[in-house]
C-alpha cells in the first residue's frame, strides 16, 4: 500500500467516525458531556454523604474540610501536569484508563472502616479526575468545529448536571442503605470506561486525520507577554472567587439548612440539588454568549451580576434562600466555561495544559476553601461562613484589566 493510499483511508475512516474537519462534531460532544456527568455524580456523591459521614465516624467541621481537601487537592495537583504531558504526547485511551482510578476508589469508599481509609479512597477518585479532565477538555475543543465557548459548555454542563446528581443519587440510593451502596456507583464508573474507550477511537483517527493534512500557521492575537501573565492572574482570581463560593454552597450548605431551618437530611440534600441544577443551567448559557456577546462581557456579568443575590442571602427566610442560592449558581456558574476558553486562547497550543491548570485550580481551590470554611464554622458558626463569602463576586471587578480578544483580533 502506498503513502498516498494509507492516507486517503486514514481520511476516509476519520471522517466516517466523526472526525473534526469542519463542522461541530455533536455526537462526540454529547457522549463525552455524558460522561463527564457520571464522572462528577460520583465525585459529587462524596460531600452529598457528609453528613452520614459525619454520624457515623463522629467527625467535627474541620475534619470533614479534609476529606475535600484530599480529593481536591489530588485533582488539583495532577491536571496540569496531565494536561502538558497530553499537549505534547497525546493518549486517546487514557481517559477510560483513568476511570478505572474511579472505579476502585468508589469500590474502596463503600468498604472503608477508618478515617485514613476514607482518605485514600477520595485520592483514588480525585486521581481519577485529574486525568479525566484536561484530555477530555482537548477532545471536545477538537470536536468544536470552531465553535469553542459552545463545546465547552455543552461539554462543562455535563459535569454540573452531574454534580446536581450526586446530592440527589445520596438522597435516593445511599442514605437508605449506608456507606455501603455507595458500591452500585461503580456500575455507572464502567459505563463511562465502555463509552470513553469507544471515544478513544474517535479521538485516535482525528490526530490521524490531522497529522495527514499539510499544517497551517495559525495567526494568534498580538498581545505582550506582560498582557498575557496578567490576563492569566486575573482569570486565576476569577476562579478562586468562583470556587471558594462554589465551595461553600457544596461542602456545608447542608449544614445551614439543617442547623437555621430546622429541615431534615433528605430535604437538605433536595435542595442541594437545586443549587447544582441552576449551576448546570448556567455552565450552560456562559459558552454559547460568551461567543455571541464576547468572554470579557460574560465574566463582567457573571462575577458581578450575583453580588447583590450572595449578599441578600445570609439573612433570607428559607423560601427566598432557595431562590438566591439558584440565583447565584446560574449567574456565577457562567463563568467556568468562559474563563477556559478565553485562557486557551491566550494560550494558543496548550490546549491541556490550560484545562489541566484551570480545571485543577477549581478543584483546588474548592479543597482549600471547604478545609478553611469548615475551621470557621468550627469556631464561628456556620452562618459566619456564608456572611464571608457573601462578598467574594466582588473580585469581578479585576475583568477591567483583562483585554479584549475580539478588539485585538480585529486590528491584527
Not at 57 to 64: A, P, S
Not at 150 to 177: D, E, K
Not at 187 to 200: Q, T
Request: aromatic share 10%.
Amino acid at each position: 500500500m502506498t503513502q498516498v493510499e494509507a492516507g486517503s483511508r486514514v481520511h476516509a475512516a476519520a471522517s466516517a467516525a466523526g472526525a473534526p474537519r469542519t463542522g461541530t462534531v455533536y455526537p462526540v460532544l454529547f457522549a463525552m458531556s455524558f460522561c463527564h456527568l457520571l464522572n462528577d455524580m460520583m465525585q459529587a456523591l462524596v460531600p452529598a454523604i457528609y453528613p452520614i459521614l459525619k454520624e457515623t465516624y463522629q467527625l467535627d467541621f474541620t475534619r470533614i474540610g479534609l476529606i475535600t481537601l484530599t480529593y481536591q487537592m489530588t485533582a488539583c495537583l495532577f491536571q496540569p501536569a496531565v494536561g502538558l504531558y497530553t499537549d505534547h504526547r497525546p493518549r486517546p485511551y487514557s481517559l477510560a484508563f483513568g476511570m478505572g482510578f474511579t472505579l476502585v476508589g468508589l469500590l474502596a469508599a463503600s468498604a472503608a472502616g477508618s478515617y485514613p481509609l476514607l482518605l485514600a479512597s477520595v485520592a483514588l477518585i480525585g486521581c481519577g479526575s485529574a486525568i479525566f479532565h484536561p484530555e477530555a477538555s482537548r477532545v471536545a475543543r477538537m470536536a468544536s468545529g470552531g465553535r469553542f465557548g459552545l463545546a465547552q459548555s455543552i461539554f462543562q454542563v455535563g459535569g454540573n448536571a452531574g454534580s446536581a446528581l450526586g446530592p440527589l443519587m445520596a438522597a435516593l440510593v445511599i442514605l437508605p442503605g449506608g456507606q455501603k451502596s455507595v458500591a452500585w456507583f461503580a456500575a455507572a464508573a464502567l459505563l463511562a470506561a465502555l463509552v470513553l474507550a469507544r471515544i478513544g477511537n474517535w479521538y485516535a483517527l482525528a490526530l490521524a486525520d490531522r497529522a495527514s493534512r499539510p499544517t497551517r500557521a495559525r495567526a494568534d492575537p498580538a498581545l505582550p507577554r506582560r498582557t498575557v501573565i496578567v490576563a492569566i492572574c486575573v482569570l486565576v482570581s476569577l476562579s478562586f472567587a468562583k470556587g471558594f463560593y462554589v465551595s461553600s454552597i457544596t461542602s456545608y450548605f447542608q449544614f445551614y439548612l439543617i442547623e437555621t431551618f430546622h429541615v431534615d437530611v433528605s430535604t437538605a440534600q433536595k435542595l442541594l440539588f437545586l443549587f447544582a441544577a441552576s449551576v448546570a443551567g448556567g455552565t450552560f448559557l456562559g459558552g454559547p454568549l460568551g461567543d455571541r456577546f464576547g468572554r470579557r462581557a460574560i465574566l463582567w456579568f457573571s462575577m458581578l451580576g450575583a453580588l447583590p443575590f450572595s449578599l441578600a442571602l445570609p439573612y433570607a427566610s428559607l423560601p427566598m434562600t432557595i431562590v438566591l442560592v439558584m440565583l447565584v449558581g446560574v449567574v456565577i456558574a457562567s463563568t467556568f466555561s468562559v474563563i477556559v476558553v478565553y485562557a486557551q486562547e491566550l494560550m494558543p497550543g496548550k490546549t491541556g495544559l490550560v484545562a489541566g491548570i484551570f480545571f485543577g485550580l477549581s478543584f483546588g481551590v474548592s479543597g482549600i476553601g471547604a478545609a478553611v470554611l469548615g475551621h470557621v464554622a468550627d469556631v464561628t458558626s456556620i452562618g459566619a461562613v456564608y456572611r464571608i463569602c457573601s462578598y467574594l463576586p466582588l473580585i469581578g471587578l479585576l475583568v477591567v484589566f483583562l483585554p479584549d480578544l475580539r478588539s485585538v483580533e480585529r486590528r491584527s
